[in-house]
């Protein structure tokens, strides 16, 4: 009996595959959500890019039709230079505007449905068009966050005519393949702090949500500078 178990290769076969496959799979798995954000930063890179454009058309907007909550010309809400300027900003004002380029195209690489009901490689990819950017489209509005840095680690709420700013694209993205996105992401919890006050300036629910399901996040940010297009 002794000598059958020591001489059973399938046995072996069965032992040697158990050893080899959750590498193969932690590796594999790996790549792809290594692959995954390497594709959520380049579009955050181009989101950067339609939030400056956007900027330097909307900001010095004085169209008679125009209408931003009757925020001034040049100017981010009250035109301070502290991330309470972006969290009070109104709802209907010039910086919403301007939201709105980067938002539609974030929502591609935001979470999809299958991604909140299940845990599979499948699930994190996301199978549903529809259901991945309707489901994108609420996440983008608590998770990108379009800033304007001053250069000085502060924030600028009021610029000039024709002077060159920078337009800053913070974006909340969610690692959702399994075994790995403990490994190559955080927590909300353990976020850096200054983007979690960047975040935080969309709104409360973001902070909360993340932190009750537990997801596993990645803050990517990216720039963009161009001329301002006012007179």
């Known amino acids: 009996m002794l000598r059958h178990i020591r001489t059973d290769e399938p046995g072996v076969v069965y032992v040697e595959f158990l050893l080899v496959i959750i590498p193969f799979l932690i590796l594999f798995f790996g790549l792809t959500?290594?692959?995954?954000?390497?594709?959520?930063?380049?579009?955050?890179?181009?989101?950067?890019?339609?939030?400056?454009?956007?900027?330097i058309v909307i900001l010095p907007d004085d169209h008679e039709e125009a209408d931003y909550g009757d925020v001034p010309l040049n100017q981010i809400g009250d035109g301070g230079d502290s991330l309470d300027t972006y969290a009070n900003a109104p709802d209907d004002g010039r910086l919403a505007a301007i939201r709105q380029a980067p938002k539609l195209i974030?929502?591609?690489?935001?979470?999809?449905?299958?991604?909140?009901?299940?845990?599979?490689?499948?699930?994190?990819?996301?199978?549903?068009?529809?259901?991945?950017?309707l489901a994108g489209l609420l996440?983008?509005?608590?998770?990108?966050?379009?800033?304007?840095?001053?250069?000085?680690?502060?924030?600028?709420?009021?610029?000039?005519?024709?002077?060159?700013?920078?337009?800053?694209?913070?974006?909340?993205y969610k690692c959702s393949v399994p075994m790995?996105?403990?490994?190559?992401?955080?927590?909300?919890?353990?976020l850096d702090k200054k983007h979690k006050n960047v975040l935080k300036t969309a709104g409360k629910l973001l902070p909360i949500v993340s932190t009750i399901s537990g997801w596993q996040v990645i803050a990517l940010e990216a720039e963009r500078t161009l001329p301002n297009q006012g007179k």
Not at 143 to 170: I, L, N, Q, W
Request: glycine share 10%.
């Open 33 to 55: 959500q290594l692959g995954l954000i390497y594709g959520a930063d380049l579009m955050v890179r181009h989101a950067a890019n339609k939030a400056v454009r956007a900027a």
């Open 106 to 133: 974030l929502s591609a690489i935001s979470p999809s449905i299958d991604s909140y009901t299940g845990s599979s490689l499948a699930d994190a990819i996301g199978e549903s068009q529809l259901g991945t950017y």
């Open 139 to 172: 996440w983008t509005e608590a998770a990108m966050v379009v800033t304007f840095p001053d250069g000085k680690d502060g924030y600028r709420g009021s610029f000039g005519s024709t002077e060159m700013f920078t337009a800053r694209v913070t974006f909340l």
């Open 180 to 190: 790995v996105n403990r490994l190559m992401c955080s927590s909300w919890f353990n």
